[in-house]
């Protein structure tokens, strides 16, 4: 199964009045979960379904990307709440067999530990940026994964067709 990791877009800052999880996305992470849905339907590279972590900056950035893309929306997953062990990842992964390729919409550290496992190189050797995309192949529950490609926001095509490419942030 191809996964496609989407960390969130660019949130409120923290110290939310009601917690980390009530975050909200700013414009531009709107415009980046955007970017990314843009991007991925323009390269032929869409999810069969989206699954997406229950924090409110990354059901938003699943709902941009979604309507982007012209998908169905997001199924929210708890296990992908902002803490998720890649282990615990893997064994919910095997519940959905029947998906060819499956968009995760979450947090970092989580993602980047999550490569670190499927690919067995060190923690922190692959850095998850806000709204970048990066596509591996695994079989759940198992281990072993291959990355085929990472790519950041400031490369994606932007929304709005600026010539310019935004930087990361």
């Not at 929210?76 to 615990?88: E, K």
């Not at 919910?92 to 998906?99: D, N, P, R, Y």
């Not at 291959?146 to 490419?165: A, C, G, Y």
Request: charged share 25%; proline share 8%; with cysteine.
């Amino acid at each position: 199964m191809e996964i496609i990791l989407l960390r969130h877009g660019k949130a409120e800052p923290h110290g939310h009045p009601q917690g980390d999880a009530a975050r909200a996305l700013v414009p531009k992470g709107e415009e980046q979960s955007r970017r990314a849905g843009d991007f991925l339907r323009a390269a032929g590279i869409l999810p069969e379904i989206v699954l997406t972590s229950p924090l409110v900056r990354a059901k938003q950035t699943a709902e941009y990307f979604c309507r982007a893309a012209q998908l169905p929306g997001a199924v929210v997953q708890p296990w992908l709440a902002s803490g998720m062990h890649p282990d615990v990842a893997l064994r919910e992964l095997a519940a959905f067999q029947e998906f060819k390729r499956i968009c995760l919409v979450g947090h970092e550290p989580d993602f980047s530990m999550l490569l670190a496992w499927v690919t067995n190189c060190e923690s922190g050797a692959v850095e998850v940026r806000k709204g970048s995309l990066i596509l591996f192949d695994v079989k759940p529950p198992s281990r072993s994964g291959t990355v085929r490609f990472i790519i950041p926001q400031r490369l994606m095509q932007p929304v709005n067709n600026r010539n310019e490419l935004p930087a990361d942030d």
